[in-house]
């Protein structure tokens, strides 16, 4: 694999909407003593800047692990990137040494996680935390740091932040908390921010204004945000594009508005139907039938096929690929046009 | 093996080390006296309960009060505990002499007092060796995991399988010489796999902590992980066991001392008055009277004060 290619080089430069970061192909095992579970199988996308990809899968489906793969977090062992390619403005990060990966980490692509309790060091005040990147990858005196963190926490629009630098992180709530998380993933200005289910564990109205502070962030800024999720309340609002995973692979990916309109792979039209509406107060709930595959059994075919209600003999023999339905759009369904019209009629 | 030199710093030190915890505290910025505690981090936290805490005061007090002894005993006393004059041998109780006198006719009060020197001196110097040797290796091997795991946790296991007190005796014995470095070695060097375990296990436990994984996201190398997001977060234990243990080198060295192996006789030792003071325990019982409570004292005391920092480091316990 080219680490870097200098026609590559040229157009990025050239073209300021050029994608910041292209992932290929991406396969991600992981090799345990029950066997190898294939976690990521062939995932490809590509981000702009100042676009917001929603990644969204039931747990297990392979989206935590893609962004540790993407961020070089991947716990090996057991796990292993196998095969593809993740390219950050033309550069390929899987090749690059430990020590030249740990530059961009931060730098130019830094992570929200989603328990921003846990993910706080119990023992540094707040300020210091969000000083650290300051001081590790800029050399900051502790005082200028300290002066950084303050301006960082007023731009997350936590409430006197000079007031509350020295506290601690089980001082504050947990909508504050994700914030400091914000800022922290945000000091260095990274091109790049992915954000892992970054209001799972908070409650309803403060993942509205935590989602609403992301986006405005980014619309300063112009970074790419990845946003991995399983709420698609949370993506309708703010995603541009999403892709759908299911047992390591992508089967859908679309523009937020034709995905929620007309969904073209069953799965995701299955997903949206069990979404709680409120006009169905009373009635049961839609659940899909079945349990996500073991990924170290993955069925043959389509990996949906045994869940799918308009499954046909070819489902289970052949894996659809991931084909074009429109600009911008593919689905990974042998039915995708009947899907799309809704023609296609249940077994 | 450990060079004792190297690990070896003045007495004063190693006891501000340890009361760290205090100092470390207030920094953190400690909430006002008088003001309610509004709980900060850890060690501030820990700091907070233990003011409050009867335990702490009071062992905290007589290890200051030991260390003030051991560090400057004649301000304690103006006798000469090496001076002996055989016609008091094993006499009571005397005006300038409170404790009465041994069977060489020493001063029983000055040796006592110039024998903490030689207890806290151990105690000290061997506990902060082992927590810097077993924490080294314990953390590496938890940290690194895998091979490096493997090999460094069988070469514990060796160590740790030697009897502490007779590995000791055979290693004192080896030696042509014996002074207070070669009983602090030989007690370093077999205490220390105790110290490594407890370290590996709350490594492994810290490391797989989501704001490890998140330092590693943003950037951090692996020393920083290491010193700056694991270290602190899992060192408790390692301090409470410490403090705790610091009681039974104390003892380790006046057994010892006492089995005659341990410091010289030239060096004035509880342990080595207590062996002196056996062959006259019917007819004169005072003699190993003084010198025995001295060290049991002694050594309540840190065991008090492990007992108290457990309870400020761990509210499960409570």
Redesign the interface.
Known sequence: MNQTNPADDARHKQDANAPVLEVEDLHVEFRTRDGVAKAVNGVSFDLRPGETLAILGESGSGKSVTAQAI?G?LDT?PGYVTQGSVRFRGTDLLTLPEKER??????KI??I?Q?AL????????VGFQIG??FR??RGASRADAKKKAIELMDRVRIPAAHERV?D?P??FSGGMRQRI?IA??LALDPDIIIADEPTTALDVTVQAQVMQLLADLQAESKMGLILITHDLGVVADVADKISVMYAGSLIEQAPIIPLYGSPAHPYTERLLAAIPRVDLKGQELYTIKGIPPNLTNIPTGCAFHPRCPYAQPICSEQVPPLQDVSEGRRSACHFWKETLDGSIQSR | MPEPSKTASPPQDVVAASLTLGVSGSAGGAPKPGEIGKPRSLWSDAWHDLRRNPTFIVSAVLIVFLIVVATFPGLFTSTDPKFCDLVSSNKGGAPGHPFGFDRQGCDIYSRVIYGARASVMVGILVTTGVVVIGGVIGALAAFYGGVVDSVLSRFVDVFFAIPLLLGAIVFLQAFPFRNIWTVVAAIMLLGWPQMSRIMRGSVISVKESDFVTAARALGASDLRILTRHILPNAIAPVIVVATISLGLFIVLEATLSFLGIGLPSSTVSWGGDINDAQSSLRSAPHVLLYPSVALSITVLAFMLLGDAVRDALDPKLR
Do not use: A, C, K, T
């Open positions: 961020m977090i062992p740990r530059r961009y980490r931060g730098e830094s992570m996680f328990d846990s993910s706080l060091n119990p023992v540094y005040s650290e990147m590790v990858h020295n601690y089980h001082q998380m922290i993933s």
